[in-house]
């Protein structure tokens, strides 16, 4: 343990002793992670890589996308779409959720995210992060198709979950 804290690999591994059949979302959170730290890396590099200014692109939410919205959507995207845990992912940056890629297993699993989360404040050295909810799939009848909803009650993660990163 690093000078008694939990690092979140940690509390990862602790919580999958104690839960039956969570190892899928488990390794889901582990995903995310991943997707948190390299997230982490673009906002560092933000400015280096050319990556400041607007798109031209206004989001779902109605605010001016920014090319680091751009590049972590694509981030979360590509690092949780191939494990099979995933039924589908919506973004805050996109305007129709995103389907699983046919040449990957489905899960049971919806994540709903905002992968830069205060990305207009980049340019002001403020604190972003990003916001995720793990929710179970519904259930689809046969005959009928299930609108896509992840309510807090079925939320299996934090509804919001912050990871943060400052820019440099």
């Given at each position: 343990m690093l000078h008694g804290r939990t690092t979140l690999s940690k509390f990862i591994i602790e919580e999958q002793r104690k839960?039956?059949?969570?190892?899928?979302?488990?390794a889901l959170v582990n995903d995310i992670q991943t997707a948190c730290k390299y997230i982490g890396t673009a906002v560092a590099r933000g400015a280096l890589a050319g990556a400041r200014g607007s798109t031209g692109v206004v989001n779902v939410q109605g605010e001016d996308q920014k090319p680091l919205d751009v590049i972590a959507n694509d981030i979360m995207l590509d690092s949780c779409d191939w494990g099979g845990y995933l039924a589908g992912m919506v973004s805050e940056e996109m305007e129709a959720p995103y389907p699983i890629p046919a040449q990957y297993p489905r899960g049971r699993y919806l994540l709903v995210f905002d992968p830069l989360d205060g990305s207009s404040n980049l340019d002001v050295n403020v604190t972003v992060g990003t916001i995720f909810s793990c929710c179970a799939r519904p259930r689809a009848s046969p005959t009928r198709r299930s609108r896509t909803s992840c309510s807090r009650e079925r939320s299996r993660c934090?509804?919001?979950?912050?990871?943060?990163?400052?820019?440099?």
């Open positions: 839960l039956e059949g969570g190892a899928e979302l488990i934090a509804p919001a979950t912050r990871s943060t990163a400052r820019p440099r």
